[in-house]
């Protein structure tokens, strides 16, 4: 991931320069290393990895980070730039990422993993900033606004692997603590009586001290949990007594012996501010009322006094103290109305001590844990602090830090290894660390070199900075194996400009690389697909590039095989190499009926078969049809003008056009020929072909006086040259069946093309003629409902066919009716038309299609008697 940090993004090697300068040469010493990432599915529990050589994240339960040398804080640097900058790069299993501490050469991270929601897991890095193990699962967090999370996790200060997390489980949030950064957890002990003295009758293990660990919104007053660095062991936040914590229970709680033993101090949430090494502890009652009294304390908790630090309430903003941890003087500021401005009220407390400390004044304590253990983190650690009935000023002189005596080894030293899990994770003693069912402590390390040693995990290592000395040493008798040959596994070869279309001639940089196996003694087998083949020895370790230039148009397959004594992997990818698309025209006839099927055609240039993706968009409809074919057949139900757009994607170009279709239900198509001197000059390209319609449509117009914007010439594609005249109805004409105006205009442009009226100039010297293809036959009428109609008058036929008979026979079974009838029948005789009944039948079927050249200004009138 160095690699990709310093290569793949000149901005991004700026800003880190610019963070880190001094680092600068040390990270391009390392510019050759990759990330191998160790990542295999789990049961039930997930495991994390950070992907960060592509600034991703893929989580597991332990996973490496590696980097070949020892440069912890320089690791430490880029996971915080990565995680500010790179924070939307987050994939699969992990949500949101939160670095809590990188103290010590170590650091603590807090995952939201896939099937969490409002909890995150506690993580924790090796020296090397290698390998992250688990600490703690479900940790509670809370979302703020502008999507900002708090995770309830608090690193105590001023006394080093001591941290608070409050755990969710199942709904319920408990408070923890640990001494030796989060390799055993306990929860905290409730004090004995309240703050009046009352029995608190609180017993774990169904009663415990819970906290509050949220920061401040307002960044000048303190948050519910109050630390200090030059005040060891002294902690005061806002919790409850109970089985579980109370969101609406907000009482103040202190410790001196840093968590082991706890006293109430108020009912309600306050400010703290700590003065004089903690020595003077101010707190300020967290209100939204005007106050205009503060309480402090000197013997760190035990009695509390009140000062007016003002005559007047006012509504508290902040606490601020001076320059230094030794000051006693702080400035309270607020405002007395929301429309005034800001108050501050200075408070000196120096006058309220007479003198300043000495030797005798201060006593020392011990650091212990909630079991009493004195040796934590390898060490027993003393402190020293006023003593109660001294009454004098620490000052600027004063020291927390006593002595510190290093301990021997024992097993609570040591926490569970990469790969390896505990048995009970909040039990320090009965605990052992047993290998996780995926992890195969024999295996050798995926950087083993044929021919040198490893030394495989006994399952346990120290804890970071732990310093203990001699006694138990879980680490010992490791035991030593040979490198053997490993097969290579998880081969990849990739295209260093990112981009798998490239244009012909362009240069284009290929890059194998290998996360497993032997890199010494492995041969690589090189295809790019068209012709060149190449072997190479160490490709993967030495990072040499292959170069390559493709001159044709194509997909290529490049592969690259693995292989040594143990076996053997492959890696394959497809490289499309298409020029730039320079033109598309989409070819569509711009009237149809409806729901008619249609032709749309994408034309583009050039032409790369198998290489173009066709986005299709019909109408107002955002969602496109893809094809692979430059065409699409469709329909069009409603009636009205209907925009097609099409887009064209080969490699990184992209092309579009649109055109509107006019969908109507009736209209008139008269096929159009030319002479064939015409055929010399078409080059059949779209362009041209709307050239020539539009010309045809022109004259037309002019010669019949017929409105242009009713007339559309289509010319298609292809040899010899022919063309659809389509006649369309006019906008204010209501639609009939049959319509005397459509016939005229009908008659009107055939007699016009008929007597040769219709031609224009070509260039050679030659004159092209437009007449109709068949000269005889009739125009066809195009309309989406003329089926409809056909069926509808059929049916109507022969209703009144069967209602006749009926009435015949009827007729003929009455008395009286017989002479009627007969002399009826010979009355319609004399009126009927000389048509016969199959062509009258015929007539109505055809509708406006029958068209008579004889007939063109008469009408045809047909009298139906039955």
């Given at each position: 991931?160095?690699?990709?940090?310093?290569?793949?993004?000149?901005?991004?090697?700026?800003?880190?320069?610019?963070?880190?300068?001094?680092?600068?040469?040390?990270?391009?010493?390392?510019?050759?290393?990759?990330?191998?990432?160790?990542?295999?599915?789990?049961?039930?529990?997930?495991?994390?990895?950070?992907?960060?050589?592509?600034?991703?994240?893929?989580?597991?339960?332990?996973?490496?980070?590696?980097?070949?040398?020892?440069?912890?804080?320089?690791?430490?640097?880029?996971?915080?730039?990565?995680?500010?900058?790179?924070?939307?790069?987050?994939?699969?299993?992990?949500?949101?990422?939160?670095?809590?501490?990188?103290?010590?050469?170590?650091?603590?991270?807090?995952?939201?993993?896939?099937?969490?929601?409002?909890?995150?897991?506690?993580?924790?890095?090796?020296?090397?900033?290698?390998?992250?193990?688990?600490?703690?699962?479900?940790?509670?967090?809370?979302?703020?606004?502008?999507?900002?999370?708090?995770?309830?996790?608090?690193?105590?200060?001023?006394?080093?692997?001591?941290?608070?997390?409050?755990?969710?489980?199942?709904?319920?949030?408990?408070?923890?603590?640990?001494?030796?950064?989060?390799?055993?957890?306990?929860?905290?002990?409730?004090?004995?009586?309240?703050?009046?003295?009352?029995?608190?009758?609180?017993?774990?293990?169904?009663?415990?001290?819970?906290?509050?660990?949220?920061?401040?919104?307002?960044?000048?007053?303190?948050?519910?949990?109050?630390?200090?660095?030059?005040?060891?062991?002294?902690?005061?936040?806002?919790?409850?007594?109970?089985?579980?914590?109370?969101?609406?229970?907000?009482?103040?709680?202190?410790?001196?012996?840093?968590?082991?033993?706890?006293?109430?101090?108020?009912?309600?949430?306050?400010?703290?501010?700590?003065?004089?090494?903690?020595?003077?502890?101010?707190?300020?009652?967290?209100?939204?009322?005007?106050?205009?009294?503060?309480?402090?304390?000197?013997?760190?908790?035990?009695?509390?006094?009140?000062?007016?630090?003002?005559?007047?309430?006012?509504?508290?903003?902040?606490?601020?103290?001076?320059?230094?941890?030794?000051?006693?003087?702080?400035?309270?500021?607020?405002?007395?109305?929301?429309?005034?401005?800001?108050?501050?009220?200075?408070?000196?407390?120096?006058?309220?001590?007479?003198?300043?400390?000495?030797?005798?004044?201060?006593?020392?304590?011990?650091?212990?844990?909630?079991?009493?253990?004195?040796?934590?983190?390898?060490?027993?650690?003393?402190?020293?602090?006023?003593?109660?009935?001294?009454?004098?000023?620490?000052?600027?002189?004063?020291?927390?830090?006593?002595?510190?005596?290093?301990?021997?080894?024992?097993?609570?030293?040591?926490?569970?290894?990469?790969?390896?899990?505990?048995?009970?994770?909040?039990?320090?003693?009965?605990?052992?660390?047993?290998?996780?069912?995926?992890?195969?402590?024999?295996?050798?390390?995926?950087?083993?070199?044929?021919?040198?040693?490893?030394?495989?995990?006994?399952?346990?290592?120290?804890?970071?900075?732990?310093?203990?000395?001699?006694?138990?040493?879980?680490?010992?008798?490791?035991?030593?194996?040979?490198?053997?040959?490993?097969?290579?596994?998880?081969?990849?070869?990739?295209?260093?400009?990112?981009?798998?279309?490239?244009?012909?001639?362009?240069?284009?940089?290929?890059?194998?690389?290998?996360?497993?196996?032997?890199?010494?003694n492995t041969k690589y087998q090189v295809d790019l697909g068209d012709g060149f083949k190449a072997i190479y020895v160490n490709l993967t370790m030495t990072g040499e590039p292959i170069r390559h230039?493709?001159?044709?148009?194509?997909?290529?397959?490049?592969?690259?095989?693995?292989?040594?004594?143990?076996?053997?992997?492959?890696?394959?990818?497809?490289?499309?190499?298409?020029?730039?698309?320079?033109?598309?025209?989409?070819?569509?006839?711009?009237?149809?009926?409806?729901?008619?099927?249609?032709?749309?055609?994408?034309?583009?240039?050039?032409?790369?078969?198998?290489?173009?993706?066709?986005?299709?968009?019909?109408?107002?409809?955002?969602?496109?049809?893809?094809?692979?074919?430059?065409?699409?057949?469709?329909?069009?139900?409603?009636?009205?003008?209907?925009?097609?757009?099409?887009?064209?994607?080969?490699?990184?170009?992209?092309?579009?056009?649109?055109?509107?279709?006019?969908?109507?239900?009736?209209?008139?198509?008269?096929?159009?020929?030319?002479?064939?001197?015409?055929?010399?000059?078409?080059?059949?390209?779209?362009?041209?072909?709307?050239?020539?319609?539009?010309?045809?449509?022109?004259?037309?117009?002019?010669?019949?006086?017929?409105?242009?914007?009713?007339?559309?010439?289509?010319?298609?594609?292809?040899?010899?040259?022919?063309?659809?005249?389509?006649?369309?109805?006019?906008?204010?004409?209501?639609?009939?069946?049959?319509?005397?105006?459509?016939?005229?205009?009908?008659?009107?442009?055939?007699?016009?093309?008929?007597?040769?009226?219709?031609?224009?100039?070509?260039?050679?010297?030659?004159?092209?003629?437009?007449?109709?293809?068949?000269?005889?036959?009739?125009?066809?009428?195009?309309?989406?409902?003329?089926?409809?109609?056909?069926?509808?008058?059929?049916?109507?036929?022969?209703?009144?066919?069967?209602?006749?008979?009926?009435?015949?026979?009827?007729?003929?079974?009455?008395?009286?009716?017989?002479?009627?009838?007969?002399?009826?029948?010979?009355?319609?005789?004399?009126?009927?038309?000389?048509?016969?009944?199959?062509?009258?039948?015929?007539?109505?079927?055809?509708?406006?299609?029958?068209?008579?050249?004889?007939?063109?200004?008469?009408?045809?009138?047909?009298?139906?008697?039955?």
């Amino acid at each position: 991931w160095y690699y990709f940090l310093c290569n793949c993004s000149k901005l991004y090697l700026i800003l880190f320069v610019l963070c880190h300068a001094l680092l600068f040469f040390r990270l391009v010493l390392f510019m050759l290393f990759q990330s191998v990432i160790d990542s295999y599915a789990g049961l039930g529990k997930s495991f994390v990895s950070f992907f960060l050589s592509f600034f991703s994240l893929l989580f597991k339960k332990s996973f490496p980070i590696k980097v070949k040398a020892d440069h912890s804080f320089c690791t430490l640097m880029i996971l915080i730039f990565t995680k500010l900058v790179c924070s939307f790069c987050i994939l699969f299993f992990l949500q949101d990422l939160q670095i809590i501490s990188t103290d010590e050469n170590q650091v603590f991270v807090a995952v939201q993993e896939w099937y969490q929601t409002d909890t995150y897991n506690l993580y924790q890095s090796d020296p090397q900033g290698v390998y992250y193990s688990i600490l703690l699962e479900n940790v509670r967090s809370t979302k703020q606004p502008e999507e900002n999370v708090l995770i309830d996790i608090l690193e105590v200060r001023g006394v080093k692997g001591v941290f608070l997390a409050n755990q969710k489980i199942d709904g319920k949030v408990t408070t923890l603590i640990t001494y030796n950064k989060g390799r055993d957890w306990d929860f905290l002990n409730p004090p004995d009586i309240d703050m009046n003295g009352k029995p608190t009758n609180c017993k774990p293990p169904d009663c415990y001290l819970h906290l509050h660990l949220r920061w401040a919104d307002n960044p000048y007053v303190s948050g519910t949990v109050h630390t200090k660095d030059t005040a060891p062991g002294l902690i005061m936040g806002a919790g409850n007594l109970g089985s579980q914590l109370v969101e609406y229970k907000e009482e103040m709680y202190i410790t001196s012996d840093c968590g082991k033993t706890w006293r109430q101090v108020f009912e309600e949430e306050h400010h703290i501010l700590y003065l004089d090494h903690g020595g003077v502890i101010v707190a300020i009652k967290d209100t939204s009322i005007p106050l205009k009294i503060l309480k402090f304390s000197i013997d760190e908790g035990q009695t509390w006094s009140t000062h007016n630090f003002t005559s007047t309430s006012v509504f508290v903003d902040g606490l601020l103290s001076e320059p230094g941890d030794e000051t006693l003087v702080m400035t309270v500021f607020g405002h007395i109305s929301y429309r005034s401005d800001w108050e501050l009220v200075k408070v000196d407390f120096r006058p309220s001590f007479p003198r300043e400390c000495t030797d005798d004044d201060y006593e020392s304590w011990e650091l212990t844990n909630l079991q009493g253990d004195r040796c934590i983190m390898g060490q027993q650690r003393s402190f020293r602090k006023r003593k109660i009935s001294s009454w004098c000023i620490k000052g600027r002189s004063f020291t927390s830090a006593l002595t510190s005596k290093v301990c021997e080894c024992v097993n609570s030293d040591f926490l569970c290894d990469y790969g390896f899990e505990r048995s009970a994770p909040l039990k320090s003693e009965s605990s052992k660390c047993f290998a996780d069912f995926w992890f195969n402590p024999e295996a050798p390390p995926e950087d083993c070199v044929l021919g040198q040693a490893y030394t495989s995990s006994t399952g346990y290592r120290k804890v970071v900075s732990n310093v203990c000395e001699g006694g138990v040493d879980l680490q010992q008798n490791l035991a030593q194996h040979m490198c053997p040959s490993i097969a290579p596994k998880g081969l990849q070869v990739s295209i260093r400009e990112e981009s798998l279309a490239v244009k012909p001639g362009e240069d284009i940089t290929f890059v194998v690389r290998q996360e497993q196996g032997d890199t010494l003694n492995t041969k690589y087998q090189v295809d790019l697909g068209d012709g060149f083949k190449a072997i190479y020895v160490n490709l993967t370790m030495t990072g040499e590039p292959i170069r390559h230039r493709y001159e044709n148009p194509g997909i290529y397959r490049v592969s690259v095989k693995a292989e040594n004594v143990a076996g053997h992997d492959e890696a394959v990818v497809f490289v499309q190499v298409n020029s730039p698309l320079q033109a598309l025209n989409l070819e569509v006839v711009p009237v149809i009926g409806r729901n008619q099927e249609v032709n749309l055609t994408a034309i583009i240039l050039p032409k790369n078969p198998n290489l173009t993706v066709f986005y299709w968009w019909i109408g107002n409809n955002l969602q496109p049809l893809l094809t692979l074919e430059s065409f699409l057949v469709t329909k069009f139900a409603e009636t009205g003008d209907i925009r097609v757009t099409v887009q064209a994607s080969c490699g990184s170009s992209m092309l579009q056009d649109s055109k509107v279709v006019h969908v109507f239900d009736h209209f008139h198509v008269l096929p159009l020929k030319f002479t064939k001197h015409l055929d010399m000059y078409n080059p059949d390209i779209p362009e041209w072909r709307e050239d020539i319609g539009r010309v045809v449509t022109r004259l037309l117009a002019k010669e019949t006086n017929i409105p242009e914007e009713t007339l559309m010439t289509v010319v298609k594609p292809g040899l010899p040259t022919t063309a659809d005249l389509h006649v369309l109805l006019p906008a204010n004409q209501p639609k009939r069946k049959r319509s005397v105006t459509s016939d005229k205009r009908i008659a009107a442009i055939k007699q016009a093309l008929n007597a040769h009226n219709i031609s224009f100039f070509l260039r050679g010297g030659y004159w092209v003629l437009v007449t109709l293809a068949d000269s005889s036959s009739d125009s066809q009428r195009i309309g989406g409902g003329s089926g409809y109609w056909a069926i509808v008058v059929l049916f109507v036929i022969c209703l009144v066919a069967v209602g006749a008979f009926i009435l015949y026979k009827f007729k003929r079974k009455l008395p009286g009716r017989n002479v009627y009838a007969q002399m009826h029948n010979e009355k319609e005789q004399e009126m009927t038309s000389p048509v016969n009944h199959s062509e009258d039948t015929q007539n109505i079927i055809q509708g406006e299609e029958f068209i008579d050249d004889d007939l063109d200004s008469q009408t045809l009138e047909i009298n139906y008697i039955w």
